[in-house]
């Protein structure tokens, strides 16, 4: 086998391992979604994820944010919207 072929191998290997870990980052986060929290969970739930991670937010409206978590305060969070030009806060 010439190293040409062994080079294609490695990256078809590389292709599919990060599709294997997008489907599995998707899914945890999607464990989370789809279930009512009050605000002491919430807060916990964005403590674990972390300031500056990847959130989406569906609110009680069904109004969906998706974007990075800025900040996490007592009454309400910050979110930095994927398409957005400032943040948006999300009371809990």
Same mark, same amino acid.
């Given at each position: ?9 490695v ?12 489907v ?20 916990? %739930?964005?403590?674990k ?5 990847? %959130? ?22 910050? %979110? ?13």
């Open positions: 086998m010439s190293i040409h072929g062994n080079s294609r191998a990256f078809r290997f590389a292709r599919f391992f990060a599709a294997s870990l997008v599995v980052l998707l899914v945890q986060s999607v464990a989370v979604a789809g279930t009512p929290m009050d605000a002491a969970k919430a807060k916990q %739930v964005l403590a994820r972390g300031v500056g991670k990847g %959130v989406k937010v569906t609110e009680a409206d069904g109004t969906e944010v998706t974007g990075m978590l800025l900040a996490i305060g007592d009454n309400q969070f910050e %979110v930095w919207p994927r398409r957005g030009t400032q943040g948006v806060f999300i009371s809990y």
